[in-house]
């Protein structure tokens, strides 16, 4: 059974016990967390489309922990106009490992 579900603006396919990494949440590490922007379940051979998410539907996920990714460098760079602009970027981020995916029939 896996679910496609939106957080952040993106869109992840998930599986019951799996680890993502999301944008940073405002969770503590060790709290429960749900989503409910459930796009589309697959258990087995049955599939359910939301229009756009699926009603009474939801995921139940550990938050494991928060941190920055590795840094990113932008440079801008204009030739023959003694132009030069560096800047660097770190993103953070939350691991969660998803519990469970809780369908209730409902559409």
């Known amino acids: 059974m896996y679910a496609v579900f939106m ?3 993106k869109q992840y396919r998930v599986k019951k016990n799996q680890i ?8 503590s590490p060790g709290s429960i967390i749900e989503f409910d922007k ?6 087995k051979k ?4 939301g229009e756009p ?5 939801k995921i139940k996920a550990h938050v494991e922990n928060h941190g920055r990714l590795k ?4 440079i801008k760079f204009n ?5 030069k602009k560096k800047q660097g970027h770190r993103q953070y981020f939350t691991n969660v490992k998803i519990l469970d995916i809780n369908n209730f029939n409902g559409k």
């Open 79 to 83: 030739r023959r106009k003694h132009y």
């Open 71 to 74: 840094k990113i460098k932008i």
């Open 38 to 43: 459930i796009l589309m379940i697959s258990a």
């Open 7 to 9: 957080s952040g603006g």
């Open 20 to 27: 993502i990494q999301l944008e940073k949440l405002n969770n």
């Open 46 to 49: 049955e599939v359910k489309i």
């Open 53 to 57: 998410f699926l009603k009474g539907t």
